[in-house]
């Protein structure tokens, strides 16, 4: 004998599925975008949306064009500075030589007492 429950499978608020419930799909197209490693990705746009002129990736995450021939060049990351690559910046040898003279002038009156 069959189980009494007729809705197996559905869930809660669950109707018949198709257009007529849901309206009407929006008209779309599909641009093509490439990135600078060759890969093709096709997302769909409403008709009446504005088409971006770059699109990521999906597949490495660079930036794509819609030019197959002249896709745009890959975002230059800048390597990670320490501490003292930013002191360099701001700070002159001779300014480095002055402070380390300071320096080592307290310590060694310290060192005298």
């Known amino acids: 004998m069959v189980g009494g429950n007729a809705i197996r499978g559905t869930r809660v ?17 599909r641009v093509s975008y490439w990135c600078a490693n060759g890969h ?9 949306a504005e088409v971006p002129e770059e699109w990521d990736c999906p597949r490495c995450g660079l930036p794509g ?8 060049a890959a975002p230059r990351s800048e390597p990670y500075k320490t501490h003292l690559a ?9 300014d480095g030589e002055a402070i380390l003279a300071e320096a080592l002038e307290r310590l060694r009156q310290r060192r005298q007492i």
């Open 40 to 48: 093709e990705s096709r997302p769909s746009f409403s008709m009446d």
């Open 86 to 94: 930013y002191v360099k910046e701001r700070r002159s040898d001779a």
């Open 13 to 29: 608020g669950a109707g018949p599925t198709g257009e007529s419930e849901r309206g009407d799909a929006a008209p779309r197209r």
């Open 65 to 72: 064009g819609q030019d197959e021939q002249n896709p745009p």
